[in-house]
């Protein structure tokens, strides 16, 4: 399968793309992922952006078109979306954070790339006894693809661990890593 691969946008474009982001309503879809036996995970697919500009991909360097983010309590994961993003908050609700006397935490993963593209769970695996590396594949484009004008693709994560919480994460989409502390 062919990677896609987006243009780096000017910083002009990631503005007007924030603004053509900011009324999207949150579309979700269940996928799947291999795990090991002892890791639960439920993701959900965004097209488009519900975090807030400052905590997304939009914020990051123009040449990092991967981004990740952890949380493990309610209020900081509600303060890193966007008011509107209803699907999405409503995924972070049925978290039972660890900080908030529960057994997960959610993980968000984003890519800047072409419309066309949808991101899914490939797999997790462990690299350490409290890391986890985490693939998600990119679906719908086959081939290079330039992208005149990227759009902010996103996969929610929620993970229960019964060896306890990760202490770092790595994300993988299209090649390119995102590493977090958790």
Do not use: W
């Amino acid at each position: 399968m062919g990677r896609s691969r987006a243009h780096v946008p000017s910083r002009g474009v990631a503005g007007a793309l924030s603004v053509a982001t900011a009324g999207c309503v949150d579309r979700l879809h269940d996928v799947a992922a291999s795990t090991p036996r002892d890791l639960g995970v439920r993701s959900r697919y965004v097209d488009g952006n519900p975090m807030v500009d400052s905590r997304s991909v939009l914020a990051r360097p123009e040449e990092l078109l991967t981004h990740a983010a952890s949380f493990r309590s309610a209020a900081a994961a509600r303060g890193a979306l966007k008011p509107d993003a209803t699907e999405s908050r409503a995924f972070v609700e049925r978290t039972d954070f660890v900080d908030d006397g529960g057994d997960a935490i959610l993980v968000i993963a984003q890519r800047l790339t072409v419309p066309e593209v949808r991101l899914r769970l490939g797999g997790i695996s462990r690299t350490g006894d409290h890391s986890l590396r985490i693939a998600v594949d990119q679906s719908g484009v086959r081939g290079e693809v330039e992208a005149d004008e990227p759009v902010v693709k996103t996969l929610l994560m929620r993970l229960t661990d019964e060896r306890g919480p990760p202490e770092r994460v790595i994300v993988s989409i299209g090649g390119e890593r995102a590493g977090i502390t958790v």
